[in-house]
């Protein structure tokens, strides 16, 4: 005796192969992407975005920024804006916001 699935039943199993291998293909390219991530944050890790020389860090108040010693660009990571800002401006006072806000 002899096993013959029926059209519909072909047809499901189709669709899972078909299902499966479009899931598999979007796990690759998500491994893939994350390679590619992976590999160009090693390549250009604290390095000048203008020039490509290695990063030094230096401190700027509180906050260590990262300085390129070949054109002096300066590259602050996130929030060190804010908080070399607050320092200068003396965000504890705020009187002097006041007054930075009326553009005195
Ligand atoms: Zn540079």
């Given at each position: 005796m002899s096993f013959k699935p029926s059209e519909n039943e072909e047809k499901f199993f189709t669709e899972m192969a078909l299902r499966e291998r479009l899931r598999q293909r979007k796990v690759e390219e998500h491994q893939q992407t994350a390679a590619e991530k992976r590999q160009l944050k090693e390549l250009?890790?604290?390095?000048?975005?203008?020039?490509?020389q290695q990063l030094a860090q230096e401190h700027y108040g509180r906050v260590e920024v990262d300085v390129c010693p070949e054109c002096r660009g300066l590259w602050l990571d996130a929030h060190e804006l804010e908080t070399i800002l607050a320092a200068k401006e003396g965000k504890a006072n705020p009187f002097q916001a006041f007054l930075k806000v009326l553009g005195a």
């Open positions: 250009h890790w604290l390095h000048c975005p203008k020039c490509g």
